[in-house]
């Protein structure tokens, strides 16, 4: 079993809705939780961080993590197409020197 | 302002050949580490560095080799290649220092994709 799993989708929404993406994970040891975005043959790049549990908010996105159930969650408000992309979790221990990560969702918006 | 630099952006290689892949930064980041990405599969950890002359094996690290002479450098070499090392390759580095004050983001090169026929 993978220490963190993530839904490959796709998840295909309207325009303007709300994507709903999560992960959980099996390592409790996992202290940082990352959410990054990949577009087609691009490197990832950094959408949100948190550490141990709780919400963060930055604009369209909000990140909750939930320790106790080892379960962390994406929301992407008022979805656009330029959001269609792969969206990866990942996590590290508190040294914070290696990720782990989840196998990725394809996200679709459609016009 | 260059970030993660990754050369080449493609390669296929015979199996048996060696090849060894390149990743600089510029940003002064103690950590580097090295992925692969294989459909469905997300990014699998090959080997990573937490400082120059300092590196340690991840999930994957059979058929590879990393050094790290300087800070800005984390070469992967690929000793005897191999049809199932078809991949891509991406490079990260992260601040040590970074981290410990919030700030705990990788920053990704854009990749190597590389063809083992």
């Known amino acids: 079993q993978k220490e963190v799993e993530q839904d490959p989708g796709p998840l295909s929404v309207p325009e303007g809705a709300i994507v709903s993406l999560n992960c959980t994970y099996s390592?409790?040891?996992?202290?940082?939780f990352m959410w990054y975005r990949q577009y087609s043959r691009k490197g990832p790049e950094l959408l949100m961080y948190t550490y141990s549990s709780g919400n963060k908010e930055d604009g369209r996105f909000t990140a909750q993590v939930d320790k106790s159930s080892k379960y962390i969650s994406l929301f992407i408000r008022d979805s656009q197409p330029s959001d269609s992309a792969t969206y990866l979790c990942a996590m590290s221990g508190a040294a914070g020197n290696k990720l782990t990560f989840g196998g990725g969702t394809r996200v679709l918006v459609k016009p | 302002n260059a970030g993660v630099t990754q050369t080449p952006k493609f390669q296929v290689l015979k199996t048996g050949q060696s090849m060894t892949l390149q990743c600089a930064q510029d940003?002064?980041?103690?950590?580097m580490s090295w992925y692969r990405q294989d459909p469905g599969m997300g990014l699998r950890l090959i080997h990573y560095s937490v400082g120059a002359g300092i590196t340690d094996q991840g999930e994957v690290p059979n058929g590879y080799n990393v050094s790290r002479s300087t800070t800005e450098d984390f070469p992967l070499r690929l000793l005897s290649a191999a049809p199932s090392q078809t991949s891509v390759y991406f490079c990260?580095?992260?601040?040590?220092?970074?981290?410990?004050?919030?700030?705990?983001?990788?920053?990704f090169g854009s990749g190597t994709r590389l063809t083992v026929v």
């Open positions: 940003m002064n980041h103690e950590y």
């Open positions: 390592n409790s040891a996992f202290q940082y």
């Open positions: 990260a580095s992260s601040s040590r220092t970074g981290i410990h004050k919030g700030n705990y983001g990788y920053t």
